[in-house]
């Protein structure tokens, strides 16, 4: 007996719906994507191996140029609010509405709390001249930061990004600035450089 072949049909899908979904999430992505605002200072880090991954969010990070300024920043438009007004409360300074979401929107900065004012009325925040936070001994104000930006966000994981050719005493003085407030635990943000290899 011989077999009947069945004609095979192709299937015909139309695209025209998927096309549509992927061009409509793509757009919704580009969208509500928030984009992160310029740092003031390039800092180039030091290259290590360690492989730590730091979380998306909940993170503070103190900043250290070349120069050795200091530079001070969390993430979070509320965290930074509440900070803020905590910094005012202890500095006796009054911040318009207005200056309170300038603050809001910076992801970090390095100004005295006095001249914090003008940092916030400059239009060109990145190019205003910002001579670092003061961390020595007689005006230590980033121990102000550090305290209150962790009463806003207890949460906060502390990183040091340091830049490789910052000097030695500054980092010191960072990290004795975070001894005595009983923090023992934070991360140092370095490039990621190839691991050696083991014969």
Known sequence: MTKVKIPRKSI??????MCDMAFLL???????????PADPVQVD???SISDVKLPDKDIMTISIDRQSRVFFGIDG????EKM???????????????EIKQFSLMSSFG???????????????????QMGIPCDSAANE????????????????????GDENAGYEVVDKVIKTLQEQNINKFNLITDLKAKPKIL
């Open 12 to 17: 015909a899908l139309d695209m025209t719906a």
């Open 26 to 36: 793509l757009t919704f992505f580009i969208l509500t994507a928030k984009f992160k």
């Open 45 to 47: 880090t030091p290259a």
């Open 77 to 80: 438009q509320f965290d930074r």
């Open 84 to 98: 803020l007004e905590f910094v005012a409360g202890k500095y006796k300074v009054g911040f318009t509405p207005e």
């Open 111 to 129: 100004v005295p709390v006095g001249n914090l004012r003008e940092l916030l009325a400059a239009k060109d925040k990145v190019q205003f001249p």
């Open 142 to 161: 980033l121990t102000d930061w550090i305290a209150y930006a962790r009463y806003a966000n207890p949460k906060l994981r502390i990183t040091i990004k």
